[in-house]
């Protein structure tokens, strides 16, 4: 981990904004932001190593033994973190697996901190403007750890698991947030490392009873009464000890890297409950979801993303006393202003998917009107769906237009089903 400071020498809870967040393509920083590439890619052999490559609880290789080898992988945020499918799983079958079943998602490729000691919850307070001294143990919180421009640094659950100790989880980056060796500075009593943790989760109108398959009986129950970003503390059905968080979005397993490996030898034995899900029917699930704006980071939100301009206002506590980066930023009336995140619906059903990147260029100023950062098709719209920052000139309601010819309706987010 990279210790980052600021030019003045001062921590940076106690700096003014340094540069403007606006509307850019969440590609501009780095071309390894977001790829998909082959098995055979040099970078998945190791020439270079370029990437983050991490599995701990080895899940694509558990997939693989049942189901072929995936047909692609993902890259997001120099991270390999999915696979798009496997050869023997259908499209049609996972699909199915997240509206009517439990469609099974690895989470090994995330990056896990252990944050402990005396002053952990100070450590996390500096890094986000969320109320982490509030969480009580055995609670989870979803959070967005900020830049000094009140930007997305990353994102992750945070899991109080006992009075002076903390896991989190990392998606996107998959890396703790940047200025964690500055907060660390300020308490040396407390220390943060990477955690031997790995984990899954479980989409779908039945993941938590087939969650509960998992878990020893006496624990199952337990499950039926779990509030969201709640924790039950349980043991697996093979003895082995596991926590298990509810979300909004589905109910997650997390546990040390061989206790998750045995869940998915024992899910994978059980394709009639449990069906392995890639990247491409996540695309899906996110851009169809009505209980909230299911971004990822950094595609969705990124380093160029105001938290207040994307919709992330209820990630900022506005009673929360004292210094956090971005404090300055995020809590100034005037904040926001400069760009907007939309979703966009193809007019023609057989419009092609569009390129995460790609720019929504105005036909008058041949300036761009905004950027693709989510794509993918919609079996519920029967066409291909975008999310999409835009210029706040652009509103709900108006048709773009991309280079290929093919016009697209702005919507609000979440994009809402078809009446």
Known sequence: MQQVSTATGTYPWDSDTLIGTGLQSPLSADAWVWRTISPRH???????????RSDPGDAFEVIAERYGEPASYCVLGRNLAFASTWEGVPYAEQYRAVTAGAGAFPSGGMYYLSVVGPHAVQVLNLLTPRCIDLLEVDQAVFTVFTTTEGAVDTEGVILRDGEQSYQVSFGGHARP??????????????????????????????????????????????????????????RTRWGDDARIVRTVIGVEMWATPEVIRTAWQTMMADPDVYTPCGWDVLTSFRLEYQRLAFYLCPLDIHHGTFLLDAGLAHLVSRDKRGSFVGREALLKPSGGGRMWVAGLIAADPDAPQQQIGAAIVNEESGQPDGFVTSAGYSPREGRQLCFAHLDTRVRPSDILRFADGTTWRVTTVPIPPPQ
Do not use: C
């Open 177 to 234: 947030p940047t200025w964690l060796h500055d907060a660390i500075d300020m308490y040396p009593d407390t220390h943060a490392e990477e955690a031997s943790l790995s984990s899954f989760n479980l989409k779908g109108p039945r993941a938590m009873p087939a969650m509960a398959q998992l878990v020893a009986d006496e624990f199952a129950a337990t499950l039926d009464h779990l509030k969201p970003f709640r924790v039950a503390r349980v």
């Open 42 to 52: 040099p970078a998945i052999l190791g020439l270079p190593r370029i990437l983050r």
